[in-house]
Nanobody
Framework: QVQLVESGGGLVQPGGSLTLSCAAS????????MGWFRQAPGKEREFVAA????????SYEVSVKGRFSIVRDNAKNTVLLRMSDLKPEDTAVYYC????????????????????WGQGAQVTVSS
């Protein structure tokens, strides 16, 4: 099992930017496809972004495409979610997740496929 810890959340004004970091320990992230999910109050957890083990293949939820960017640094065992042009509807708890896979190119979108989760980081977009 890999342990995941998110950081970088906080309060930001609409139109602002924030970068979330996911630090892994216990195992190297080289064997894992990675993803970010979010859960707003009263709503189900939803997919935000995902990246493959290698090659940098990515996928984004439609509402964040062009505003969010997921990147990984396997050497540092971290994954980042760079967020810009933030909107009030982006307010949620953001979770980092890891899915062990033998495929270097697979991008994992379904939350059921992830079996390692961080504790979450609160992002609040408000003026």
């Amino acid at each position: 099992q890999v342990q995941l810890v998110e950081s970088g959340g906080g309060l930001v004004q609409p139109g602002g930017s924030l970068t979330l970091s996911c630090a892994a320990s216990g195992r190297t992230l080289n064997s894992y496809a990675m993803g970010w999910f979010r859960q707003a109050p009263g709503k189900e957890r939803e997919f935000v972004a995902a990246i493959s083990r290698s090659f940098g293949f990515t996928s984004y939820e439609v509402s964040v495409k062009g505003r969010f960017s997921i990147v990984r640094d396997n050497a540092k065992n971290t994954v980042l979610l760079r967020m810009s042009d933030l909107k009030p509807e982006d307010t949620a708890v953001y979770y980092c997740a890891a899915a062990e896979t033998s495929s270097e190119a697979m991008v994992v979108i379904a939350n059921q496929a992830y079996d390692n989760w961080g504790q979450g980081a609160q992002v609040t977009v408000s003026s």
